[in-house]
Nanobody
């Protein structure tokens, strides 16, 4: 059973920083592509950042240069460092994982709220 546990959300002023963490309770951490989506009620879900199983990262244009995704293999954790936060970054952030040999199955974290005040 795959479990993703997120933490690190909260309230921050515009221009501030937060770091989200996603601990993956999985056997083959290296084999998972992982990342973060965000969702605002009434809007479409947005893919924010991805770290691929084979290496490499991708970012939404809206966060390039401000957010950085990384992995800690020893702790099976993915981080999302968010700097220069803007009010429009306010959303519920969800960690996800997809194994490279089972792309039809996506696992999700419980979500963590990020609120950026102006």
């Amino acid at each position: 059973q795959v479990q993703l546990v997120e933490s690190g959300g909260g309230l921050v002023q515009a221009g501030g920083s937060l770091r989200l963490s996603c601990v993956a309770f999985v056997y083959d951490f290296v084999g998972y592509t992982m990342g973060w989506y965000r969702h605002v009620p009434g809007k479409q879900r947005e893919l924010v950042a991805t770290t691929a199983a084979g290496g490499g990262t991708n970012y939404a244009d809206s966060v390039k240069g401000r957010f950085a995704i990384s992995r800690d293999y020893s702790h099976k954790t993915v981080y999302l460092q968010m700097d220069s936060l803007k009010p429009e970054d306010t959303a519920a952030y969800y960690c996800y994982a997809v194994h490279r040999w089972d792309s039809g199955k996506t696992y999700w974290g419980q979500g963590t709220q990020v609120t950026v005040s102006s």
